[in-house]
């Protein structure tokens, strides 16, 4: 890549990973919709602007390091990856389908790139922590950052918690989580399921810092990383708010997107209001 | 094949004894000096778990978790992704016994080489009763794929395993013990991960054994002398990769054989060796271990006779099930 890219072309960027979600869980038949499509202006920054990556050599030294804790939302993952040059677009179709590296919930072993093997809930902080621990306390490699995203009914874990208490006693200020706060779980609104707020607070309480995030604002993502990493002596987190099914009119906000994937027309009908951004730009087939 | 080497107290009436925690709190610690990759978490437990020679030697290599087994493992996940040696340990109740599923994603599919550390495991947890007695762990980790599982029959070997399991490229599982139990090995015997060894030869019966109950099997043998019966011990400390060959050499020569094992023999030793049987060579099988019932309050060595552990017990049912079982022989 030759230099930055422009909060617009990382927009755009953002709406081709959107595109390749929807073909990737059409062509499927299953998986998860609402959560990917969420995370896909927050992981495209990351991946395109954020960290120390290269595609060609996944496992450079001094890299950036990346965990999905919620595993489920890992079509997107791939879909960045796809995007940022880690292997072929087209092995995205291939997704949830047997031989394919692209597992239905993410193997490190399976495809270079991945750093952590996901989909249990509530183990993805805990997986960062590790590996920013030895970063700061064993290597004395103060120069890479851990990050690690996480869903929000997947905080309703307890390890999720002990994680917390690790990472805030041990002041790892390499360690910069992404709490995808959509509001929705399997069994409907978060706050119903099992209240989490106030969040904020929580994690505070648990000696982190804390920032809120609007994560389809690349600007704000921008910020809140510049400013996670100017805290030291304290983990970080950015609770990062989201609409789930973002950017697919009928697939917003609605719970029932969770974990089901769009049948032929609905795939039809959602990537021709991705292609055209929602009327921004001209659809090519149209 | 080279004759094992034997602690000579072994046969007397005051065999050495010593925890295999405590072997294994020297051979972590003299990692620490051969191994700068190797480091140690503990979950509140660090002396219990003898992982205090390696905090006290190499305290910027030791990471207290507090008691948060789930959190254990899966920051050894991370730290192994970083690329350093993590042992976790804590009770084996807790340690497989509460973060089995984490162990699974994160360590074995994950193929990560954490080294999950298990004490006091078994009935000779004593007093602390059923709840602190782990019984269950050789059965939910052997099923696990990548994963290696280690039950050293006494502190010598521990030991040995320790420092073995530093250098085996995969998740391994260690069984570890709180009481005092006899030192049957030098150390000059041999140990390798995935070997089982011939203690001692004999024609009507094969005894194998894992973990602190050989050196009981092992005087059983005098025992069952007395009664007419020569028993083959076979000391299996590795339940996986398990060593088929050594066991099947033996049951070839003797066509019955009795597993000896301080857990449930469902998914044990006991079902290891009942799975070979039905692959390979159907000879007749008695399993000695916990038979679908937990454990229960007690003094450990007390609990070892109470349920059947100590060489009488094994003789006794090795007695009985030599009468009732005749040697299989294959083409009959």
């Not at chain 1, 697919?248 to 055209?276: C, S």
């Not at chain 2, 978490?41 to 003898?50: H, I, M, N």
């Not at chain 2, 507090?66 to 109740?93: C, D, H, M, W």
């Not at chain 2, 954490?114 to 782990?134: L, W």
Request: aromatic share 8%; charged share 25%.
């Amino acid at each position: 890549m030759g230099g930055r890219l422009t909060r617009q072309q990382l927009e755009v960027r953002a709406n081709d990973v959107r595109i390749d979600i929807i073909r990737m869980l059409e062509r499927a038949g299953s998986g998860h919709s609402a959560g990917p499509l969420g995370l896909a202006d927050l992981m495209t920054t990351l991946y395109f602007d954020i960290m120390n990556i290269d595609p060609k050599n996944p496992e450079m030294k001094d890299r950036d390091i990346f965990m999905m804790s919620n595993g489920h939302c890992v079509p997107v993952q791939y879909a960045v990856m796809a995007e940022r040059g880690f292997f072929p677009k087209e092995e995205l179709m291939t997704l949830r389908q047997l031989g394919s590296r692209l597992q239905g919930h993410p193997e490190r072993t399976k495809l270079p790139g991945l750093e952590n093997t996901s989909g249990p809930l509530g183990c993805g902080i805990s997986q960062g922590a590790g590996y920013a621990y030895s970063l700061q306390y064993l290597d004395n490699d103060r120069k890479r950052w851990v990050y690690v995203v996480t869903g929000d009914g997947e905080l309703n874990e307890g390890n999720i918690w002990e994680a917390m208490m690790f990472a805030g006693k041990y002041k790892l200020s390499q360690l910069i989580v992404f709490v995808d706060r959509n509001n929705i779980q399997i069994d409907g609104p978060t706050e119903v399921v099992m209240p989490l707020e106030d969040l904020a607070a929580k994690w505070r309480s648990f000696g982190w810092h804390v920032q809120e995030i609007d994560g389809h604002n690349i600007e704000s993502i921008q910020d809140a990383v510049g400013m996670a990493k100017a805290i030291e002596n304290r983990p970080s987190v950015i609770i990062t708010h989201t609409i789930p099914g973002k950017h697919v009119d009928f697939m917003e906000y609605d719970y029932k997107w969770h974990g089901v994937a769009p049948n032929h027309d609905q795939a039809r009908e959602a990537l021709n209001e991705l292609r055209t951004m929602k009327g921004k730009i001209k659809g090519e087939h149209e | 094949m080279a004759k094992y080497d034997f602690n000579k107290n072994i046969l007397s009436d005051t065999p050495d004894v010593e925890p295999t925690r405590a072997g294994f709190g020297r051979g972590f610690k003299a990692l620490g000096e051969t191994h700068p990759n190797v480091i140690g978490l503990c979950a509140d437990l660090t002396e219990s778990v003898q992982m205090h020679l390696f905090a006290d030697a190499y305290p910027e290599r030791f990471v207290e978790v507090g008691i948060a087994e789930q959190n254990l493992v899966t920051l050894g996940s991370g730290f192994a992704r970083a690329g350093k040696i993590p042992f976790v340990a804590s009770y084996a109740a807790f340690n497989p016994g509460r973060n089995w599923e984490q162990i699974k994603t994160t360590a074995a599919l994950n193929e990560l080489p954490v080294k999950i550390v298990g004490a006091h495991s078994g009935v000779t947890t004593g007093p602390d009763g059923a709840t602190h007695q782990m019984l269950e762990d050789i059965a939910m980790m052997r099923v696990m794929p990548n994963m290696v599982v280690v039950c050293p029959g006494d502190s010598v070997e521990a030991e040995k395993a320790t420092k073995a399991m530093a250098d085996y490229d995969s998740a391994c599982y260690l069984r570890l013990a709180r009481e005092k139990t006899p030192i049957f090995s030098t150390e000059s015997s041999p140990f390798e991960i995935g070997k089982a060894y011939v203690l001692s030869e004999g024609k009507d019966v094969t005894i194998v054994s894992t973990g602190i109950l050989t050196p009981y099997a092992l005087r059983a043998v005098r025992l069952l002398e007395k009664k007419g019966i020569s028993a083959e011990v076979v000391h299996a400390p590795t339940i996986k990769p398990f060593d088929e060959e050594t066991v099947l050499k033996s049951l070839k020569k003797t066509g019955r054989i009795v597993t000896v094992e301080d857990a449930q023999v469902a998914g044990g030793l006991g079902g290891v060796v009942a799975e070979l049987l039905g692959d390979k060579f159907p000879a007749p099988l008695l399993r000695i271990g916990m038979n679908d019932r937990y454990g229960e309050s007690g003094a450990p060595l007390e609990l070892i006779k109470h349920f059947g552990f100590d060489e009488n017990g094994i003789a006794e049912k090795v007695v009985d099930f030599a009468k009732s079982r005749p040697q299989y022989k294959p083409g009959f």
